[in-house]
């Protein structure tokens, strides 16, 4: 298997002792309860592992290998690895991941060594770094294909991550898009003819592709539980989804989408697509006045029906913190609030505000149930 640092399960461990020690906000004059209906969310499946069998079978499990002694060990506010007790490679600020290929007698790594995650190799009994060339986006994930002679790790783009391949001996390498996705596993097949990939898009939920070394041949071997009916396209710093062909003079609700990363899938924002006809605009900070300006030369876009899902509010004003000039004004804030109590809604005014952890449920819910009842000015769901 391909070993990961240790440090996001002591992570998750604090927030929940931290949750767990807490004492829950008090309902305010107001509070609305939130219909249990609105918190049911269906989740699609997950694939976070793949490994393949000696027989090729595969499998939606971690693979197994042996890691000859090699370990990370933290040290100051860096990582390094070492072998028994042996140094391999100076502290980086992080190690992601790295592979063992016991045949070759050397380690595939991806370590930050300032801004962004590299991918090196050394060997097992010690050596200087050989860097894989670099790309501007962190590279992540690395892992020998079987045979020894091909390492294979994900670049995570913005416009979608990418699988590279790298042939050690030729330097040769190959490159598979996954087009406004992010890649969570990747097994070789004991041939290291084919791999699989686990992977969700912006418009889809996970699923699992096979391909040929070179990228092409791809099939799905287990398709999307959930693929949207939608276009995507990039629109000031965002990825819009509306609908195909969109009709002449038709006007469509906008609802924005704050997330932490605009390439994954959602199982909220994905309800809310399927429940009522909206553009979606998926965006990974906060919208500027840039976004609103793009936004407002959508001739089809119903600027009168607008809502802001997930931005935070500003402290003590309690406005969301990017209420901009260029937003429209009649536009709706779905904000996540601490001093909410779950289950419970407050809403004033144009901002409605929940507990963090449910501002996507519910804002997907909450949206839903609004447009349901004011349908856009042509009349039109479809």
Partial sequence: MTFHTPWVAAAVALVLTACASSV???????????????????????YPALSYDAGGVLLHVPRTAASAGVRVVQVGGGSKLVKDDKE?????????????SLERREIVFSAKRTDNFDVGLVSLDGSDIHWIPEDP??????????????????????????????????????????????????????????????????????????MAYAGNERNLSVAPAV????????????????PAGVRYNEKIPLVVWRTGDRNEWSDARGALERDVTVACAVIDR????????????????????????????????????????????GATWVVPDASVPAGRYRKRDNIVSVAPALVQSFGAAWVAHQLKGHPPANGSHR
């Fill in 88 to 100: 391999l490679t100076p502290s980086f600020l992080a190690i992601d991941s790295f592979d063992v």
């Fill in 137 to 210: 986006a962190d590279e992540v994930g690395v892992q020998w294909a079987p045979r020894g002679n091909k390492v294979s790790y994900v670049v995570r783009s913005r416009g979608g991550d990418l699988v590279r391949t790298v042939h050690i001996p030729t330097s040769m390498q190959l490159t598979t898009e996954f087009p406004f996705g992010r890649v969570h596993a990747l097994a070789w097949d004991p041939r290291a003819e084919r791999y699989a990939v686990s992977w969700s898009s912006v418009d889809a939920a996970d699923r699992i592709e096979v």
């Fill in 286 to 329: 906060d919208p500027d006045d840039a976004f609103w300006t793009a936004v407002a030369s959508i001739p089809w876009i119903d600027s009168g029906h607008a809502y802001v899902i997930g931005v935070k509010m500003a402290a003590p004003a309690g406005v969301p913190v990017p209420q901009k000039a260029a937003a429209p004004a």
């Fill in 24 to 46: 829950p906000p008090s309902a305010a004059p107001g509070d609305e309860p939130i219909p249990a209906e609105w918190l049911q969310l269906g989740e699609s499946p997950r």
């Fill in 227 to 242: 693929k949207l009916p939608a276009e995507v396209e990039p629109i000031g710093g965002a990825l819009m989804l509306h």
